[in-house]
Each structure stands twice: as structure tokens, then as C-alpha cells.
């Protein structure tokens, strides 16, 4: 049964009190609940950049084509930070400030030798690389062969031999294990080319 309206000039009574004051108390619990929501939304949303950041960085492919046709620019990879990687496997590192992917080809003591034509040899031995480059190259090469890997230091060559900045020109070299910053542990965009990479 619908409540009569009450005139401007009565007072309410009881039941309209306790309505009202219902009303306000729901009122202020939902914006109470609605506000310790966000903020553990925040919290969260905080401690997992904190944790990305830390153990699982984030590297978008800006520019550049050193590493097609695996990578893309405009590919973001998820990285693990771990320097220890062999021959074979890809690592990121920072160069001029700017993190870098190239594949590891040889390490200390190991000799490496490329053809004109592109092929490379390490320790007397062709690589099998038609699993991850589209084409052999000489590319920006200034180095004299056979060339000895120094010390703690690795050769790294980028996928894309023609055009790829890496080991073979002496102002690129080879790196060091201190500045070798992790390896990429999955593709997260774009979605169509989403995958783990094995290590």
C-alpha cells in the first residue's frame, strides 16, 4: 500500500526516520566498500609493476630490424633477468643505454670465422642456422678472420645478417657477461604472434 504524501508542515514519523536513516547507512557502506576496493585494486595493480619491473621487465622492439624475421619492431617480450646463456640462445643487453637482443654465437676462447658469403663457422664448424635466419650475409663487417673471442666476453650476431649491428664491426664488439641483462622469455604483443620462447 502506497504512503501517503506527508504535508510540508507535519513532522516525519518513526518509521519514515528509520526509513531515511537506512537509507544513509547503505548509502555509506556501499562507498565504503566501493572505496576499499579500489584501493586494493591499486595496491595490487602497484605491486605487480613493482614485481614485473624487478623479475620480469618488459622490452618493446622500437626500431630496427636487427633480429627478423623472429622478432618485429613493435613486438613486446617479456624478459627473465638471468645472465648465464649459451651458444645458440638470445640475450638481451644494454648498449649505448639502450636494451638490445642479439643471439650468442660463440664464447671466450671459441674462434669464429664468416664467409663472404655469410656462412659461419665456430671452431672449424658450420652453424646450422636455417631455423632462425632468412638469408646468410656478410653484412657490416670490419673484423679480420679467424677471430678468437677474448675473455669473459661473448660474439653476438642479430638474425637479420644483412642489416643486423652486431660482433662483426669493431665500434659494436662483443659483450661481456656483466652487461648481458637477461633473455626473452615470451612474446605478450601482438596477440596474433603471441608464444614462449624455449631457452
Sequence with gaps: MARKPRRADTLPDLNEIESEMSQVRSKGKFRQALKGTIGTFIVVAALAVIVAFIFLPVLRITNGHNMEPGFQPGDIVLLTKNDEVNNGEICAFYFNN?????RVIAREGDTVEIDEKGYVKVNGEFLEEDGYISEH????????????????QFFVLGDNRDYAFDSRATNFGCISQEEIFGK???RIYPFNRLGWFGF
Aim: aromatic residues 8%; positive net charge.
Design 98 to 102: 639502450k636494451l638490445l637482443l642479439r
Design 137 to 152: 650475409a656478410l653484412g657490416q663487417c670490419d673484423i679480420d678472420f679467424p677471430f678468437r673471442v677474448p675473455a669473459g
Design 184 to 186: 626473452p622469455m615470451a
